[in-house]
């Protein structure tokens, strides 16, 4: 079965610093691939999303990711981080071959901004 | 255009107790998905539908029953809630690769 892994529940970054974060998934075969951001008591918002072509991606709210095959990675990065980036991000895989379009998510990164 | 809608926003049960949360999406979406959310879990699917009339099961499946007997609507069911079914649940739909999610029901059974 295909799994997600993120790396490191928690971050805390400085306001102005870049955000980092890791994305790993178990697959042979190449999934589509998204991040999506969680505000406090709200629903989830589709940041960027991966599916063919280059493999940069660059999404809403300054981030962007680089799928790496040879890797299996989609890491979520943004050169300065902002108050408003304070969120929890989602990374999550679907295979276009299975029925029903169905995501498998990471656990979870929650991302704190210092000022 | 609301895109997806859940109701209510927040529940209490007790043990033993049953309720359907509701669903409803105005975007003619054809694939719809209830999911759970814990701590450090990220979200499981616990069933989603292909279509109207379709239903089938996701990784968490047990304990819960789920009907889509009009396009717009999804319904999850609980019939005899337990603690372990405290959760915040989302639902979401899609027409391809973008599912669209709805504010989430917050569900603590006592």
């Known amino acids: 079965a295909q799994s997600v892994t993120q790396l490191g529940s928690h971050v805390s970054v400085s306001e102005g610093a870049l955000v980092l974060l890791r994305c790993n998934y178990s697959?042979?075969?190449?999934?589509?691939l998204f991040w999506y951001v969680q505000y406090p008591n709200q629903g989830l918002q589709l940041l960027l999303k991966y599916t063919t072509g280059a493999t940069l991606v660059k999404g809403i709210n300054g981030f962007e990711a680089e799928f790496k095959k040879s890797e299996t990675s989609f890491h979520l990065t943004k050169p300065s981080a902002h108050m408003s980036d304070a969120a929890e991000y989602f990374c999550a895989v679907s295979y276009p071959q299975a029925a029903g379009n169905k995501l498998t998510f990471g656990g979870g990164t929650r991302v704190l901004v210092k000022p | 255009n609301a895109g997806v809608t859940q109701t209510p926003k927040f529940r209490v049960l007790k043990t033993g107790q049953s309720m359907t949360l509701l669903c409803a999406q105005d975007m003619n979406h054809e694939y719809m998905y209830w999911y759970r959310q814990d701590p450090g879990m990220g979200l499981r699917l616990i069933h989603y539908?292909?279509?109207?009339?379709?239903?089938a099961k996701g990784e968490v499946p047990d304990g819960y029953n789920v009907s889509r007997l009009k396009k717009q609507n999804f319904l999850l069911g609980l019939e005899s809630a337990a603690p372990s079914q405290t959760s915040v649940y989302f639902c979401?739909?899609?027409?391809?690769?973008?599912?669209?999610f709805g504010p989430g029901t917050r569900l603590t059974v006592t």
């Open positions: 697959s042979s075969v190449p999934p589509y």
């Open positions: 979401a739909s899609s027409r391809f690769e973008e599912q669209y």
């Open positions: 539908s292909v279509g109207e009339g379709t239903t």
